[in-house]
């Protein structure tokens, strides 16, 4: 009985191992195969030897060990150049400074002479009352007002010769002093010579009038000189002869309304003394004018 049942066991899982093994190759099942195996999706990168060059990613950002790093140089920064560059740039800024800082100066602590002397330069009356407190206070205000007019005056020169004229041994500074002292020197004769004609002719009293008259004018005179030299200073350079030209035209209507201004003054002593009067106009004041333009217009 249990050997017939045993074997009625075995025929069918003999049976069962026969069906397997014939159904097995179309369910894909067989001994090379591996139903758990996972295969990857992607392509397989191909192995890089630590010889060979290795190839960037494309990301800036990513650090290759071994590659040469290249460092790349911004452009050389542009030199940057001072304001003042030369001796002659060094030597205009100082002088504008010190011309500045006397006009502020000037301004501040005479501001109600310097208001005077432009009324007395328009008005003759006015001219009288500010002579008489000029003799009442002194002669301080006026001289240091004169000393802008000394500078500007020199400086004027000096942008006329300043190409032709200025010798390279001396200097700027040098050079602008000589001029400077040049100018106080004819000034100084000038008011010498006034003063010896008003002792040696009796009119003392107009030659004094007229040496205060020649003091308010060169007062005026000083303080239209100072845009005249900032514009040949800093302005550009082809308006520097037009600049020139407007100075030379300020200096010559001054002039000339210095004389009409004058011959007010004088006017009860021409009739008296016309040849010597006559003299004086051609040695003191037409003959130095005429040399000075000569001199001026030779630079230009």
């Known amino acids: 009985m249990y050997f017939s049942t045993f074997t009625g066991m075995k025929t069918r899982i003999t049976s069962w191992l026969i069906i397997i093994w014939l159904i097995a190759p179309l369910t894909g099942i067989s001994q090379n195969t591996n139903p758990f195996e996972i295969t990857p999706r992607l392509p397989q990168q191909p192995i890089v030897n630590d010889t060979e060059e290795t190839v960037g990613t494309g990301n800036p950002f990513d650090i290759t060990p071994g590659a040469n790093i290249t460092v790349r140089r911004s452009e050389p920064i542009p030199e940057i150049k001072p304001l003042v560059s030369n001796g002659k740039d060094r030597f205009y800024f100082s002088i ?27 008005s003759d009356n006015l001219f009288n009352q500010l ?24 400086l004027l020169l000096f942008h ?106 004088a006017n009860r002593k021409v009739s008296i003394f016309s040849f010597h009067f006559f003299l004086y106009i051609c040695t003191i004041e037409i003959a130095p004018a005429l040399i000075i333009w000569k001199l001026i217009s030779n630079q230009l």
């Open 96 to 122: 504008t400074i010190f011309q500045l800082l006397l006009l502020a100066s000037l301004v501040t602590l005479l501001r109600g002479t310097i208001f005077k002397v432009l009324q007395a330069f328009t």
């Open 131 to 154: 002579f008489r407190e000029r003799i009442a206070r002194g002669h301080l205000s006026f001289t240091l007002l004169l000393s802008l007019f000394f500078l500007n005056a020199g």
């Open 160 to 265: 006329l010769t300043s190409d032709n004229g200025n010798p390279s041994f001396l200097g700027s500074y040098n050079w602008l002093g000589i001029l400077t002292g040049v100018i106080i020197v004819i000034f100084l004769l000038k008011f010498l010579l006034i003063g010896i004609v008003g002792f040696i002719f009796p009119v003392a009293n107009e030659m004094f009038r007229y040496r205060f008259l020649i003091t308010i004018f060169s007062i005026v005179l000083g303080l239209a000189l100072v845009p005249i030299n900032l514009l040949l200073t800093y302005g550009p350079q082809n308006i520097a002869q037009s600049v020139v030209y407007l100075a030379a035209a300020i200096v010559g209507l001054l002039y000339v309304f210095r004389t009409l201004r004058a011959l007010l003054i």
